[in-house]
C-alpha cells in the first residue's frame, strides 16, 4: 500500500525560504498527478500546488503563484513545493497528496501524507 511521507518543514523567518519533499514509502508516485495543500488552525485545508504525472502540466492557488513551484523527480520517486518569500500567513501544516492519473482537487485524492509543519516568524 502507497503511503505518502512529507519533509522538510520548519520554523523559517518572514522572507525566507523552504523545501518541502514528498516521497512514497511502498510504491511509486508515478501513477499519480500530486499536489501540495495546506491546512491552519481553525481553517479549511486548501490547494496550493499540482502537478501532472508527466510533470508537463502545473497549476497553482493565486495566493502562492509567484512564490511557491512544484516540481517531481520520477528518478528519486519525490515531489518537491519550493516556497519562498514566505510570510506569517503561510504558517500551517503542509499536506502532500496523489490522485490515480489526474492533479488532485480539494474534492478528489486519493492519497494523503501524514503533513508537516511550517511556521514562519515576523
Known amino acids: 500500500q502507497v503511503q505518502l511521507v512529507e519533509s522538510g518543514g520548519g520554523l523559517v523567518q518572514a522572507g525566507g525560504s523552504l523545501r518541502l519533499s514528498c516521497t512514497a514509502s511502498g510504491g511509486t508516485l508515478s501513477p499519480f498527478g500530486m499536489g501540495w495543500f495546506r491546512q491552519a488552525p481553525g481553517k479549511e485545508r486548501e490547494f496550493l500546488s499540482g502537478i501532472s504525472r508527466s510533470g508537463g502540466s502545473t497549476a497553482y492557488a493565486d495566493s502562492v503563484k509567484g512564490r511557491f513551484t512544484i516540481s517531481r523527480d520520477v528518478a528519486k520517486n519525490t515531489v518537491y513545493l519550493q516556497m519562498s518569500s514566505l510570510q506569517p500567513e503561510d504558517t500551517a501544516v503542509y499536506y502532500c497528496?496523489?490522485?490515480?492519473?489526474?492533479?488532485?482537487?480539494?474534492?478528489?485524492?486519493?492519497?494523503w501524507g501524514q503533513g508537516t509543519q511550517v511556521t514562519v516568524s515576523s
Open positions: 497528496a496523489g490522485r490515480w492519473y489526474v492533479i488532485p482537487t480539494n474534492g478528489a485524492v486519493d492519497y
